[in-house]
């Protein structure tokens, strides 16, 4: 069995401010972990993934991800916020080979001039 | 690519009625999946494909809920009848060959609301 648990629901920042939403897992076997983010009235898209390799991951948008085993985490950051980052923003694991994606509940964005 | 295409956008509809929700995965994937998410629940899976053919419906709520996948390009997801708590938005999405390392694409998502 596999779950991803992010801590808070909602995240303000100020722009230029560092943005930090954490993603803790739970997997059974080694992870491959993902990040998407949500724009309102939109689908999901991919920001980032980490399979094997480097543990930090560098994905779209200057945000990246580091993979921490020892700490069952995977918390996306980005060093400058810009008001086009506010969206909601989703951590998923696969935890075994062709499994499905499991999501946790989001993380809220938000920011302010 | 056009990307996972669905149909509708918006469906507002009355309890009791019949509601089909409509999904065309990329082109050349072969697995697809029904997601639903809710403020309560966050993002669920419902049912998923492979090569058209229903591998894991366990998340389907309540036989009210069916979904078909009659060809490679075109998936529906009926709910029969629909209640208020059916309210959610409704996202397909697809991949191919769905490995460890392959990520899902999602469509933009169809919002139901029953009134």
């Known amino acids: 069995a596999q779950s991803v648990t992010q801590l808070g629901s909602h995240v303000s920042v100020s722009e230029g401010a560092l943005v930090l939403l954490r993603c803790n897992y739970s997997s059974s076997v080694p992870p491959y972990l993902f990040w998407y983010v949500q724009y309102p009235n939109q689908g999901l898209q991919l920001l980032l993934k980490y399979t094997t390799g480097a543990t930090l991951v560098k994905g779209i948008n200057g945000f990246e991800a580091e993979f921490k085993k020892s700490e069952t985490s995977f918390h996306l950051t980005k060093p400058s916020a810009h008001m086009s980052d506010a969206a909601e923003y989703f951590c998923?694991?696969?935890?075994?080979?062709?499994?499905?994606?499991?999501f946790g509940k989001g993380t809220m964005l938000l920011v302010s001039p | 690519d056009a990307g996972v295409i669905q149909s509708p956008r918006h469906e507002v509809t009355e309890m009791g009625q019949e509601v089909t929700l409509r999904c065309k995965p990329i082109?050349?994937?072969?697995?697809l999946f029904w997601y639903r998410q809710t403020m309560m629940r966050g993002l669920e899976l419902l049912i998923y494909f492979n090569n058209n053919v229903p591998i894991d419906d366990s998340g389907m709520p309540e036989d009210r809920f069916s979904a078909k996948m009659p060809n490679a390009s075109f998936s529906t997801l009926k709910i029969q009848p629909s209640e208020p708590r059916d309210s959610a938005v409704y996202f397909c999405a697809s991949s191919f060959r769905n490995r460890m390392n392959t990520e899902a694409f999602f469509g933009q998502g169809t919002r139901l609301t029953v009134v």
């Open positions: 998923a694991v696969k935890g075994s080979g062709y499994s499905t994606l499991t």
């Open positions: 082109s050349g994937h072969d697995y």
